[in-house]
């Protein structure tokens, strides 16, 4: 069992810049990423890394957003640049302990935290 806390969230004008934290409880999962939703909207992937080193990120967010992980503090991040209001959004932390993950396949992680708001103005 692993529980998900998401932090860091807020509001931001564009151009601006956040860093989303997420903190896991239990065990050290290999699957772990970062979704985000809109209302109406379906649940998109926003950026994955597997075992520590196969990272993937959408190709909306990509050289804007950077994710990374703290194994000595169960923290997995994701440093936002660049904010636009596309990026506005519910953030939401996952984490599944599969040897593979796809950051466009959601039904791929089985924890889930409860969400951080993120939003841009312009």
């Known amino acids: 069992q692993v529980q998900l806390v998401e932090s860091g969230g807020g509001s931001v004008q564009a151009g601006g810049s956040l860093r989303l934290s997420c903190v896991a409880f239990?065990?050290?999962?290999?699957?772990m990423g970062w979704f985000r939703r809109n209302p109406g909207k379906e649940r998109e992937g926003v950026a994955t890394?597997?075992?520590?080193?196969?990272?993937n990120y959408a190709d909306s967010v990509k050289g804007r957003f950077t994710i990374s992980q703290d194994n000595a503090k169960n923290t997995l991040y994701l440093q936002m640049n660049s904010l636009s209001p596309e990026d506005t959004a519910m953030y939401y932390c996952a984490a599944d302990f599969r040897s593979y993950c796809n950051l466009w396949r959601t039904s791929d992680f089985a924890y889930w935290g409860q969400g951080t708001q993120v939003t841009v103005s312009s």
């Open positions: 890394v597997v075992s520590g080193v196969s990272i």
């Open positions: 239990g065990y050290t999962a290999n699957c």
